[in-house]
């Protein structure tokens, strides 16, 4: 009865994809979590994807994840990012409806095959010991029900120790309105898990109909638009602008005189907060020249009135918030539905883990999300895809996992990125952190992972197969543009104007040309317009980026190489000839996964790594 192949502890965005994988991969699983009517709740912004964030949305859909599919059912303004710069770092991102996100995610939840919800507050982890090792076996919860699984996924998001702050003010709490969890960090400490502290924000919540909208400008989403899921068909969502006000020079000085009161300032807060998202006493304090900072007032449901302003996230005490608000145009009557808190929060280091993400020191537990130093509904939730895809295939006991490296997605860039240097903030993903990112986009998710995904089951074979289909079009379609070559005379011929050099070109390379695309092309060869609207993208997008595609391909291939070497997991290091002791002993203690891991730990030399090298490819 309490036996499962995978136990998911915690219904956030981390263990929804979490649950969602393992059961798809055909494991009994069983997602434990504080309340079923929070699974999917947003703790902060009312939005979906963004830069980065928006691939990695798009990354989760293609491995049949349920992010995108909900957002596209219930967002309530879609816009892509970046449109006017280049292709490589366009972000899909949407205004969510809250209350229809989480809604929509607990249906389809509440009927997954092989998935089972139950509610539960998980204080403890069940583990046996043999010759020194530990394995997991289940948890407990706090009415002292046992459940046993194979394999368990922790997903607690913010709310191991968490403690809420408003000014001097301090509250035990997972989330304004849940509570914590005090009984798992213990255990993580006792099996030697290295734990710390990490600290987040959100702003305070208003009332709609006491903002003077006649001072805001307002924002509209696109008028083309793309849904994040690629099974979305039919997507003419209903859209609603946000507006845009912003601080003043009065709402500074507030800050500022407020600032002993702060719990950042004042030493009551001592964790370390995301760079990119800071508090609005943060900014203030960092860039004291400016005179006033961007507020996006974002609608959270069009079934309540309210109102998420983002960019004043704060923990100042509620009198100074209170101040605060009277000087920011449109808000000087805004009636406070819920005022701004910081959280602080346990993590454990994700050097713990392997690009499972099992822990290196626990086997078969899993760990994904906010748990691993991340921050952000998309970071979690992709974590929480591979961890459940593959705590399903060992709980199955299947000779294979599920791995995606830096040069195909951004999961891989995500996960390698915090298994091998961990974290000392919380860690967000950025098209900057993908060194190839011209090749790993949001329009091409499908491409590069469906065959993976449907290799472990994630997504079926015919979802997979569509996907081959469409790569051979896309082939095609880029063979027809290299089949001949024209000459300026006939191309003039048929319109197409500008090339004076004489030089005979393919279509493929005329697409190269700023002021090209398929459809003026279509007029030498009309069969480019037979092919479908996403085959003709795949291959502009190739024509366009002619120069530096084949490049990073050569970089990727150099890469897969040998960084992309996986190092066998019971390899034993003092075999290997040439390596110091000291050497021996670091890599006995992170145990890197890669080639990769093993080249971004301190101290690893390139003689160590050719040593490393040469052993793996000898003892094959
Ligand atoms: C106040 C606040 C401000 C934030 N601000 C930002 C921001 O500005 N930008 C940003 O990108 N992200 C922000 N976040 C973080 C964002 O909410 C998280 O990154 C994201 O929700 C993490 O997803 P998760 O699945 O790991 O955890 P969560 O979404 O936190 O979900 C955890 C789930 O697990 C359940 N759970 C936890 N422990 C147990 C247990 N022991 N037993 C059973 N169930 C359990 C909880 O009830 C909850 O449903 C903020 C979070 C908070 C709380």
């Known amino acids: 009865m309490n036996k499962f192949d995978v136990i998911v502890v915690g219904g956030g965005h981390a263990g929804i994809e979490a649950a969602g994988a393992a059961a798809r991969v055909g494991a009994k699983t069983l997602l434990l979590t504080h309340r079923i009517s929070s699974i999917g709740d947003m703790s902060c912004n009312p939005s979906i994807g963004g830069l980065g964030k928006g691939t990695l949305v798009r990354e989760i859909d293609a ?11 219930t967002g309530i303004q879609f816009k892509m990012l970046n449109q006017s710069k280049g292709m490589a770092v366009r972000g899909p991102r949407a205004q969510a409806d809250k209350e229809a996100y989480k809604r929509q995610m607990q249906k389809e939840l509440l009927s997954y095959p092989n ?12 583990y046996e010991t043999n010759d020194g090792k530990n394995k997991i076996t289940g948890v407990t919860t706090a009415l002292k029900e046992e459940f046993f699984a194979k394999t368990v996924i922790l997903t607690a998001g913010t709310f191991l120790n968490g403690l809420m702050h408003i000014g001097e003010n301090k509250t035990v709490g997972g989330r304004m309105g849940d509570i914590s969890c005090t009984g798992i960090t213990p255990d993580l400490i006792k099996l030697g898990f290295s734990v710390g502290r990490l600290k987040t924000g959100t702003p305070c ?17 696109d008028e083309t638009l793309t849904p994040f899921s690629y099974e979305t068909k039919d997507f003419h969502p209903h859209q609603v602008p946000c507006f845009l006000t912003h601080t003043t020079e009065e709402t500074h000085q507030i800050i500022r005189q407020n600032l002993d009161r702060a719990p950042l300032y004042s030493g009551q807060i001592h964790s370390i907060g995301p760079r990119y998202c800071p ?14 900072h961007h507020i996006f007032l974002e609608p959270e449901s069009l079934e309540n009135d309210v109102i998420y302003p983002n960019g004043i996230s704060t923990s100042l005490p509620l009198d100074v918030q209170e101040a605060m608000l009277k000087t920011i145009p449109g808000l000087e009557n805004a009636k406070m539905l819920r005022p701004a ?8 280091n994700p050097q713990e883990l392997k690009p499972t993400l099992e822990t290196k020191r626990v086997e078969n537990l899993y760990l994904a999300g906010q748990i691993n130093g991340t921050t952000g509904y998309e970071e979690a939730a992709g974590q929480g895809l591979v961890a459940g895809a593959n705590a399903a295939l060992r709980a199955q006991d299947k000779d294979e996992s599920f791995l995606t490296n830096r040069t195909e ?7 390698d990125d915090i298994i091998t240097k961990g974290v000392d903030e919380p860690y967000r993903l950025f098209t900057s952190r993908a060194e190839y990112r011209l090749s790993i986009r949001a329009d091409n998710a499908d491409i590069r992972l469906s065959e993976k995904a449907a290799k472990v089951g994630l997504i079926s074979k015919e979802r997979a197969e569509k996907v081959g289909l469409k790569k051979n079009e896309i082939e095609g379609l880029l063979k027809l543009l290299q089949e001949d070559s024209y000459a300026p005379s006939f191309l003039r011929e048929k319109g197409i104007d500008g090339i004076q050099d004489g030089a005979r070109r393919s279509l493929f390379e005329l697409l190269g040309f700023p002021n090209i695309d398929l459809e003026t092309l279509s007029k030498v060869e009309p069969k480019i317009m037979d092919f479908s609207g996403p085959v003709q993208e795949q291959a502009l997008i190739a024509g366009k980026y002619q120069g530096y595609l084949p490049r990073q391909q050569a970089d990727i291939d150099s890469f897969l190489k040998e960084e992309g070497v996986f190092i066998p997991e019971k390899i034993d290091y003092k075999k ?31 003689a160590s790594i050719t040593a490393l090298l040469s052993y793996i490819r000898n003892n094959k």
């Open 409 to 415: 997605s951004y999961l891989g860039v995500m996960i």
């Open 576 to 606: 290997i000839g040439g390596l110091s002791n000291e050497i021996v002993m670091r890599l006995e203690k992170y145990r890197p996964s890669t080639i990769g891991e093993a080249l971004a730990l301190k101290g690893i030399t390139p």
């Open 115 to 126: 998935l089972t919800v139950q509610e539960g507050a998980v204080e403890g982890l069940l």
């Open 341 to 348: 808190y910081a959280i602080e929060y346990d993590y454990v």
């Open 205 to 221: 919540r208003i009332e709609k109909d006491t903002i003077d909208w006649d001072k805001t400008t307002p924002q509209y989403g």
């Open 63 to 73: 491995c049949g994840g349920l992010m995108g599919k909900v957002i596209d059912k």
């Open 279 to 292: 508090s609005i006493e943060d900014k203030i304090v960092r860039f004291a020249s400016r005179k006033e």
